[in-house]
């Protein structure tokens, strides 16, 4: 009575499995050493003061263990993942028409410059390593919004800021993929937003890996001054091969007294895909974080955003979901440190594992003795798909005060025959009663989401759940 | 008499390995109301829900025909498209779907086509109108954080906009208060109103069939039909209870 269950994984992927021959104008030899971390080095123009910090981030990266907590990531040969590859295109071009063919299509079939057309201030699209395309709307430039990538911002007028900021609040000492980014990050954006100035539509980057066996290290890093506002996209996904990629990216959000940000991510690697990516934002006074984060692929994922609240009366808000299907090992969650008096935190999750995924929510808040009158909401939800599925929720609380208002709430459930029965009884196949309970479970989350977003997520959430796509 | 759209013959159900019907014969056809009653535990619900296809409850003998074609084999959706609904004794409450929204693709996926938003919108806001219900119902989570007169209400809405030929009602009276008893019945004969439309009114309270024009009336008790007759049964059972018949069977 019900369809033939596919696996998306495996054959529904299509849209987002095409891919083109690799035709790379430059690539190092697989694995880790100086030599290879100098010629990154050399080949990106690097000042010198970066030269030096990959190299001391290569030492910690040797010398850190393996993290030993989460899902198991025995499947990632460090020696055998090309660790920079630079797409066959000059670096940063600005005008659309510029960008070569294979890649100026990769980026038509996901719709990057429609939507820059119709809804963005602002685009940059990432293919491998590299940033191969940025653009910034003119009236938003010229409010003094920057929009850049980092290797330029390096040599520009900036270079001081990026110097005083670049992987300060995840330092290389943070985790061994931490070191490892710090040592091999390459392309990435840069956005600086000025004083009192609020950008009305959101920046958008996208980020894409197209070489087989090869990591991907962007570093985002984000300047909302005081008083400001930005709404930042950022999207990801690679086609399926057989060998594991790896994603080890880095994103520091800085927001300043009073000003906002929202942080959005919709992830969709492909389910080969080692997700090691790590995300902060520290927060002054008076100022406020929104993370808005949607995870459906890779084969495993450690993430978990952290907001570290550092002004008085800072904000943080973290809604996700994350969707962990056959062969999937999801880890993620939040973290959140309360470091002045009333700041204020709320997490908002739901997670939904199916044919065997396992998805784990792990959360953290840490309220320091200072932090009086602070209050925390944790809240987190999870669905089972089917019995041979798993879901788990870690949360942590480590409170220094009697002084703060903290409360958490976890429901772990299954889809219940009875909502199953009741759908059907009105006319919906068995698949699309189970679907629209999911969206339906979801549907916090994505209706955060500008409205393109909202309806690729739902579309995500009812490929996964169907196995069909039209 | 025009050939019956319903036909059940010794029906027998099962929850969980213990037999609740034990040989149930009823027709109905087209246009009429039936009535089933009975007491508490006679097994009305288990009719229903066997009727709907239920998993939780099954038919271990017997046949069913629904316009002409057996609906035991039929999955629980194909018996809804094949024109079968049921109104629940307590709705689901489902988050993040709103009730129009859901009934919009019930009916698309039903149909195969595609519903004209303003015209379909016009329609559930009419049909909210005839239930007494706000129209903010329309956008408002399935059945979420409805009361139960609330949830009563969206299924008689729901049986509305669907357009079934033979509408279950599950104890769609019970827990509710007077008027809202007649707010639903006045839904109830919305429906009646299409002459090929047939109900099936299940029940052990005899006040949501005051304002309904009724053909037949079944009496179960103990998983089988000890008493058939017109409306006048309803009258009789209403003075005197169900231990008449208990008695009868004992």
């Not at chain 2, 046949?63 to 307590?90: P, T, Y």
């Amino acid at each position: 009575m019900s369809e033939t269950k596919t696996h998306i994984e495996d054959v529904k992927r299509a849209f987002y499995d095409f891919r083109f021959e690799e035709n790379d104008a430059y690539r190092v030899r697989s694995g880790l050493t100086p030599e290879i971390i100098k010629e990154i080095s050399a080949e990106k123009k690097d000042p010198d003061w970066m030269r030096d910090f990959r190299l001391k981030s290569l030492e910690i990266f040797e010398r850190t263990p393996m993290p030993d907590w989460g899902p198991s990531i025995e499947g990632l040969d460090m020696d055998n993942i090309v660790t920079y590859v630079r797409p066959n295109a000059e670096r940063m071009n600005t005008r659309w028409e510029d960008v070569p063919d294979d890649i100026k299509d990769t980026f038509e079939r996901l719709g990057i410059p429609q939507a820059e057309r119709t809804s963005l201030a602002g685009v940059g699209a990432q293919y491998d390593s590299e940033l191969v395309y940025h653009n910034v709307r003119k009236e938003v430039a010229a409010m003094g919004v920057v929009y850049t990538d980092i290797e330029s911002a390096l040599h520009g007028e900036y270079a001081d800021m990026i110097r005083e900021r670049f992987m300060h609040l995840v330092p290389p000492t943070d985790h061994k993929f931490a070191a490892l980014h710090g040592a091999v990050w390459s392309g990435g954006s840069f956005v600086y937003v000025p004083p009192g100035i609020s950008v009305e539509i959101p920046l958008q980057s996208y980020f894409r890996l197209n070489a087989p066996g090869a990591g991907q290290f962007e570093h985002t890093l984000i300047i909302v001054d005081e008083g400001a506002d930005l709404h930042f996209i950022e999207g990801c996904s690679a086609p399926k091969y057989n060998v594991a990629n790896l994603h080890a990216g880095c994103v520091e959000l800085y927001v300043g007294k009073n000003a906002k940000l929202r942080y959005s991510t919709i992830e969709n690697w492909s389910k080969n895909m080692y997700n090691l990516n790590t995300k902060r934002a520290r927060v002054e006074e008076g100022g406020k974080i929104e993370w808005i984060s949607g995870s459906f692929g890779s084969h495993v994922s450690y993430l978990y955003p952290m907001s570290v609240l550092k002004g008085a009366g800072a904000r943080s808000e973290f809604t996700g979901v994350t969707f962990a299907g056959a062969g999937q090992n999801l880890d993620t969650g939040c973290k959140v440190v309360h470091g002045a008096p009333d700041t204020t935190s709320y997490v908002n999750t739901r997670s939904i594992s199916k044919d065997g995924g396992i998805s784990t929510f792990r959360s953290a808040i840490v309220v320091e003795p200072k932090a009086v009158n602070s209050r925390s909401s944790v809240s987190c939800q999870s669905l089972m798909v089917d019995d041979i599925s798993r879901s788990d929720t870690i949360p942590a609380m480590d409170i220094r005060t009697a002084k703060a208002d903290i409360g958490h709430e976890a429901r772990i459930g299954r889809i219940s025959d009875d909502a199953v029965f009741y759908l059907m009884s009105r006319g919906l196949s068995e698949d699309e009663a189970r679907a629209l309970i999911v969206s339906g479970f979801a549907d916090n989350v994505s209706k955060e989401l500008p409205l393109e977003y909202a309806v690729e997520m739902n579309n995500l959430i009812r490929i996964e759940m169907k196995g069909a796509i039209g | 008499m025009a050939a019956d759209m319903l036909t059940v013959k010794d029906l027998r159900v099962s929850v969980e390995d213990s037999e609740i019907l034990h040989g149930v014969d009823i027709s109905i056809g087209p246009g009429e109301t039936h009535v089933l009653m009975g007491p508490n535990g006679a097994g009305k619900s288990t009719l229903g829900n066997a009727l709907m296809g239920n998993p939780q409850y099954t038919v271990t003998g017997g046949e069913v025909r629904f316009h002409g074609e057996d609906l035991l084999e039929k999955s629980v959706n194909e018996r809804a498209a094949s024109g079968l609904f049921m109104s629940f004794q307590n709705p689901i409450e489902i988050p993040g779907i709103s009730l129009e929204n859901f009934m919009r693709s019930a009916i698309e996926q039903r149909s195969g086509t595609k519903l004209r938003l303003w015209d379909f919108r016009k329609q559930v806001r009419a049909t909210l109108d005839t239930l007494q219900m706000e129209h903010s119902y329309a956008e408002r989570d399935l059945n979420v954080g409805f009361s139960g007169g609330e949830k009563k209400k969206a299924e008689i809405l729901q049986l509305l906009l669907l357009k079934p030929s033979l509408a279950i009602l599950d104890e769609t009276d019970s827990g509710l208060d007077v008027d809202a008893v007649k707010t639903v019945s006045r839904g109830i004969k919305e429906f009646q109103k299409d002459q090929e439309a047939s109900l099936l009114v299940i029940t052990h309270n005899a006040a949501i069939l005051d304002a309904l024009h009724v053909d037949k009336v079944h009496v179960l008790v103990n998983g089988r039909i000890v008493k058939e007759g017109g409306a006048e049964l309803i009258k009789e059972i209403e003075e005197n209870g169900f231990s008449a018949f208990e008695e009868a069977i004992a």
